[in-house]
Antibody, heavy 118, light 108 residues
């Protein structure tokens, strides 16, 4: 059974950097999948942030590209999200998910709420 | 960017009725890489349908997907109480992998 678990600070100051990690179990991030981040502002819809491939290649949403970095740590079966220069508009529940190519986002973490506030 | 528009915004139905949800893309979705997700309050989204019409593991057969090109449909036959939720479509044929804004299926 594949499981994903997000972790990181729940509160980030404006202009700071949001950093989250997703721990994967039941699968290896070195297998042929994409590993993705999706966010959801309170009461709103889903926004795809970006993804990292097993090879380390990345794709980002152009709306966030200048501020986002997604990376992976194969030794720990983890991948991470960094979002810089955050504002209140970045307050959201952040989800990590496995993207199994043809079947898209088939496994999700439970999500973690990150609030941007001073 | 391939923009997905879902309709209606809200669907008010009774248990036992059928629901038809629409997802229209601004550009053709490559290889029918279109997925549907269900989300309940406080929970992560759950994959229902991928490749426009393939049910994900463990999804009941009352959920079915259809469509190609720019027009896609999710049908829920015989609504069960646990089916009242928000449904999102997502295209994953091109980057960025965009979501629709969601359709809420509520109890009438």
């Amino acid at each position: 059974q594949v499981q994903l678990q997000e972790s990181g600070p729940g509160l980030v100051k404006p202009s700071g950097t949001l950093s989250l990690t997703c721990a994967v179990s039941g699968d290896s991030i070195s297998n042929i999948n994409w590993w993705s981040w999706v966010r959801q502002p309170p009461g709103m819809g889903l926004e795809w942030i970006g993804e990292v491939y097993h090879s380390g290649n990345t794709n980002y949403n152009p709306s966030l590209k200048s501020r986002v970095t997604i990376s992976m740590d194969r030794s720990k079966d983890q991948f991470s999200l960094r979002l810089s220069s955050v504002t209140a508009a970045d307050t959201a529940v952040y989800y990590c998910a496995r993207d199994a190519a043809h079947s898209s986002l088939d496994y999700w973490g439970q999500g973690t709420l990150v609030t941007v506030s001073s | 960017e391939n923009v997905l528009t879902q309709s209606p915004g809200t669907l008010s139905l009774s248990p036992g009725e059928s629901a038809t949800l629409s997802c229209r893309a601004s550009q053709s979705v490559r290889s029918s890489y279109l997925a549907w997700y269900q989300q309940k309050p406080g929970q992560a989204p759950r994959l229902l349908i991928y490749l426009a019409s393939s049910r994900a593991t463990g999804i009941p057969d009352r959920f079915s997907g259809s469509g190609s090109g720019t027009d896609f449909t999710l049908t829920i036959s015989r609504l069960e109480p646990e089916d009242f939720a928000v449904y999102y479509c997502q295209q994953y044929g091109s980057s960025p992998k965009t979501f629709g804004q969601g359709t809420k299926v509520e109890i009438k």
